[in-house]
């Protein structure tokens, strides 16, 4: 499971046939097992129903944008463009994988799940006022396929074009086998108007206010400077129990920085309400002022149960430097997790070890049982570590000596046909004579201090690797493009993975431009498990399945392995309410309020350090 909208981004074999399988309207369809929410629900657990509406909060983005159209490949997108648009269903936020109707009043579903169909609500309406219809459902699905980014083609690879069946009703046939998780993807469609889009290019880039029929609408922006959105007076949905307690802001304003340095110093000034830190040395050190100590400013962690999925050092394996797993392997010998956790990061982090880590889809130890049943069928066609060994990153004692690691390594890159030259003391290539160099793409100067230690133990493998750093424009066109050797990336994971797999390890997505799958795997041992994941008819089989999919992507070394932390890190200035619970995909901010009495208390704080300044 994906979402297509924020960052674009959160994912039957029967045909049509004149006596269609049995299949009853619902108000919400879960992946396995039953929805958490009955029929006739009033609002979601982890919201606060009651919540008062106004004010504007103030956020921050890094970078630039140039349109407001986040389907296409050209352009980036502008912070919070989502905001604008809807899809025909919602996941919720406490369940591994269950969606609710939003522009869909019901659904409706077989129990193989080869086809799915949608009711629309009659009171689903545009910004113009128009109502949101099924030619709008069947015009957004095909403009998507034909011209939008990549990865709508593969993602609806086998979703037939959309019939329509009444007024307001529209079905989705599927081809290509069981794939209990097609009706969902097709639920988070995004839905646009044909009228507004016709006549426009819709591969081009917009900066005009795009029509929508979400809760916000574009009040003002200035290309790469900042964005302003205005909560919809009259928005259909304000009632709707998917929608009931978000969307408490009047105003969300977005405000563009340079890079990550520049926007914490103007959170600490106040230019800004509220940060997820994701930079461990930032979180314990940057934020000790007096407006902390004060309790205007509050530093807080939030615990959650979402699976950390990967980050890590990819390697681009379309360079033929890195087609050896055997160097792949030796290159994470020389990065000293432990190390850079007591130096650089403050001791916060967790080493990641598996793609789906912090959760029960992770694989431990040597596989047994029904996992060892699933990988016996590719016993020579996986690595032969498969069946012997746990695999975990190397470890080290953390005080920098990394002598037995570096050992380990250079033993790695001879069997993989690489010696140390005795003159030049570079690593070369026993057949051509080739020295192994190559770049680390990053897109944050913050990111600088992990990778340059770690250039500093290659070069002593005499590796001659260089870290550049390029400006946000430019770092997603040649991610696009593949244009890289090494990147610090990550993939992130639902509790209920499926399609975007394809998009992340298989063997057509490592061709695809703009696809996610950097490290350019081509193995069809994945692509063959990846399918019995998709095909799961239950959550037992589906965490079964994914612990062998996980188990030979670790011993396929596609990344240096990085870290994660179980809990969420964030610093916001005291104005807000939150809701009692927070669900088990973390905190929800589009559920917090601006409160009326902290509100005042942070303003007159303001004006007294203002004056005393």
Known sequence: MIRILGTVLAFGA????????????????????????????????????????????????????????????????????????????????????????????????????????FTLRKDARWHDGKPVTVDDVIWTFSMLKKKGRP????????????????????????????????????GQLPVLPKHYWEGRDFEATLLEAPLGSGPYRIAGFEPNRHVVYERVPDYWGADHPTQKGFWNYQRIRYDYYRDTTVSVEAFKSGAFDYRAENTSKVWATAYEIPALRDGMVVKKTFEHNRPAGMQGFAMNQRRAKFADPRMRQALSYAFDFEWSNKALFYGQYVRTRSYFDNSELASVGVPKGDVLAILEKYRGRVPDEVFAKSFEPPKTDGSGNMRRSLRAALGLLKEAGWV?????????????????????????????????????????????????????????????????????????QSASPGNEQRDYWGSEAAVRKASRNLSGIKDPVLDELIDLVISAPDRKSLITRVRALDTVLQWHHLVVPHWHIPYDRLVFWNRFGQPAVTPDQGTQFMAWWIDPAKDEKLSRYRRSAKKNN
Do not use: C
């Open 151 to 186: 990865f709508f083609r593969y993602y609806y690879a086998n979703v037939q074009d959309p019939i329509r069946t009444g007024e307001r009703s529209v079905r989705f046939n599927f081809t290509g086998g069981v794939n209990r998780e097609l009706p969902l993807i097709v």
């Open 14 to 117: 029967a045909l049509f046939t004149a006596q269609p399988l049995a299949a009853q309207p619902s108000h919400g369809i879960a992946m396995h097992g039953d929805l958490k929410y009955p029929a006739g629900f009033k609002n979601f657990a982890y919201v606060n129903p009651d919540a008062p509406k106004g004010g504007e909060v103030r956020l921050a983005a890094n970078g630039g944008y140039d349109t407001f159209n986040p389907y296409v490949v050209k352009g980036r997108p502008a912070a919070g463009i989502g905001l604008i648009f809807e899809t025909l269903m919602i996941n919720s936020a406490d369940e591994a994988f269950s969606e609710y109707g939003l522009l869909a009043e019901t659904v409706e579903t077989p129990e193989d799940r080869s086809w799915v169909a």
């Open 420 to 492: 140390v030259d005795p003159k030049s003391k570079k690593l070369t290539n026993a057949k051509s004579g080739e020295a192994m160099t190559f770049e680390i793409l990053l897109v944050s100067p913050l990111f600088e201090r992990i990778a340059l230690p770690y250039v500093r133990n290659l070069k002593r493998l005499g590796i001659e690797a260089r870290v550049r750093t390029v400006e946000s424009a430019q770092y997603k066109e040649r991610i696009d493009n593949f244009d890289f050797d090494m990147v610090s990336t990550g993939w992130g």
